[in-house]
């Protein structure tokens, strides 16, 4: 196959590399369209005169680059604007295509019946795919379209099933955006079920809820139980992947809600070093992580966990990662205070998590563990970094630990686990007080 790829001058360096991973293979064109009722009998009698007498023909592909980001853009001005897309769309390359040539809007662009055979046909796609670009770039608000151009020989039987089932209706970027509902196999009350999670991120310094942590818990023997714990104790057959493509999906999805409500949040995820290690996995995670506009990437972040305190390899996974432009979470061992590994990286927290009581009496923190977070948040400020501790499990750490300077925490004593995230509003101490009590 023969591919071609015309920029929109203007384009981010994040959309070129976009470009680089966004193209459609042709099964996936024939499974994503969707019936859209019975084709008009003009439409009818122009597809069997092209299809006549042939065993094959080709077909090309229009595929615009950029929906997502000029769809976060647009908000509520976003049906009029696709509806201005794919009906100019559609003219414009019906207007220089053959006179025989059937143009069909398909997904998040066009197909063509290409009526003629010709060498050429590579380059007739590109010539029309450039006045494509320069038609969408003669506007303020589709000036961050790229167009995509590729061409495929089919077999004549193929491209009449496809023509009959093409619509021009929802498109691939509005179905990635859409809430998904949750897979029946998810029944909280199921062994084994994996249910995503929010674990919401109390600010101290202004006494309200920052971000929320998305995770995965795993249901057995009745109980929903954190997934990572599951995995430790061989309670249940699941993997570190397995965990963070649920709670990656569950993040994506409240985070675009909250973009498409103009809500401000943060999502906290957290990227498993086993998961990291699979380089298709990782592939994965970057690939969404780019195709995410600008201003919606930092809103995420993200930290590794399994790196069993090695501090070189996670700023190094996190190096990786931040070209992505996500923000950056330095997961540490707790009592650690050399942050030196992290000295080249823009890290906006360093976070650790609370060592459980030496004995079931124990009651807040031990004075060489104060003394080490009390330090840590000295390091941390140096680098211009805010702190976090987190699984708190009792009021008293939860003081002691602010008494330190600590500014974030999370964990079942500061605000319980939800299944949708918390929104941020106004917490204040006597409000954690009191929902202890209550609890």
Known sequence: MHLVRVQAAGASDKLNGALRVCGTEWSVIVSRVRASGPMSQDFKSKLKTLLAGRADIDIGQFKLLGLSEIRTAAGDNWPRLKSRVFTAGSQLIARHAGPNDIVMPCGDGFLVLMADTCEDKAARLDAIGAKLRDFFLGAADLEAMAVETSVRTAKAEEAENLARTVSTGETDVERRHAPRPAPAETDPSRDGAR????????????????ANACHTKVTVGGRALDGRRVIETRMAPVTYAELDHIAQTAGFDALMRAVRAQKPTQICLTIHAETWAE?????TILGRFNRLPDGVRSAFLVRFDGLAGDLPATAEALRELGETGVSLVAEIPFGETDLSAFDDLDIQLFGCRCRPPANLNSEGLLDHDKAALSAL?????ARGGATCLQDVRDIYVLKEAMACGIRFFSG????????????????????????????
């Open 195 to 210: 249910i995503p999670f929010f674990r919401p991120v109390w600010d101290a310094q202004k006494h309200a809820i920052a």
């Open 279 to 283: 380089k298709t996995e990782r592939d």
């Open 412 to 439: 079942q004593t500061v605000v319980a686990d939800r299944q949708t995230p918390a929104p941020m509003q106004a917490l204040s101490m006597m409000d954690i007080y009191r929902m202890q009590k209550s609890a």
């Open 377 to 381: 948040v000295r390091t941390a400020q």
